[in-house]
């Protein structure tokens, strides 16, 4: 991990739960239980390759970014949710709309 002695991962890796895992859910966590693999420090010492043919490949890149290898990119501006246009137009001065746009859809608006 570079920057911390091997022993002091450990010890924190093994403090944590599998569970406690961003990408692990409470069923994942007790397939893993199964499997004998409660902590962090477990999941991170089993093979990657067996991990995602038990579960999927976000499994495999848990184990590679707990051994220090980034393969989960971190998005440093979130994208945009997109809201529905029904929840954008109630904030939106409707005054002029047309019934019809040739899809099928009828649009219902309202002044406000």
Known sequence: ???????????ILDSIPVT???GVAGRSG???AGMN????RQLRDASPKWLRKKFNVDMERI???LRGISCIPIETI????KR??????QFQPQNDCTEGDGTGLVVVCAAR
Not at 78 to 81: E, N
């Open 84 to 89: 529905p246009a029904h929840f954008l137009a």
């Open 30 to 32: 007790k397939r893993l």
């Open 20 to 22: 406690e895992l961003w």
């Open 37 to 40: 693999i409660h902590t962090a």
């Open 63 to 65: 184990v590679l970014e």
């Open 78 to 81: 979130p994208p945009a949710k």
């Open 1 to 11: 991990m570079g920057r911390f002695p091997t022993q002091q991962v450990d010890r």
